[in-house]
């Protein structure tokens, strides 16, 4: 399964209104941390109502958490966008 598919699943937990992940890793070819196949670097854009209430470091925080520590290892870069 892609790597942005395995986000957004794991970012359901939010229920969110708006959920955009966006493969990135073109962009970065060549620089540190990407690697030729891809799937290095990601923005997630998400807007939850779920969110809404944290400030943006635990809205950051409830996403990593949610994303978990064996995805992200996974990856080199996450880029969020984060409304509530």
Same mark, same amino acid.
């Given at each position: 399964?892609?790597?942005a @598919?395995?986000?957004? =699943?794991?970012? @359901? #937990?939010? =229920?969110?209104? #708006?959920?955009? #992940?966006?493969?990135?890793? !073109? *962009?970065?070819?060549?620089?540190?941390?990407?690697?030729?196949? $891809? =799937?290095?670097?990601?923005?997630v +854009?998400?807007?939850? !109502?779920?969110? !809404?209430?944290?400030?943006? &470091?635990a *809205?950051?925080?409830? #996403?990593?958490?949610?994303? $978990?520590?064996? &995805?992200?290892g +996974?990856?080199?870069?996450l880029? &969020? =966008?984060?409304? $509530?």
């Open positions: 399964m892609p790597i @598919q395995e986000i957004a =699943e794991k970012l @359901q #937990v939010f =229920e969110p209104e #708006v959920l955009e #992940v966006i493969d990135d890793s !073109a *962009r970065h070819a060549g620089h540190a941390g990407a690697r030729p196949e $891809g =799937e290095s670097h990601f923005r +854009r998400i807007k939850a !109502a779920r969110l !809404a209430p944290l400030s943006r &470091l *809205r950051h925080r409830a #996403v990593h958490e949610a994303i $978990g520590p064996d &995805l992200i +996974r990856i080199h870069a880029a &969020l =966008e984060i409304e $509530g």
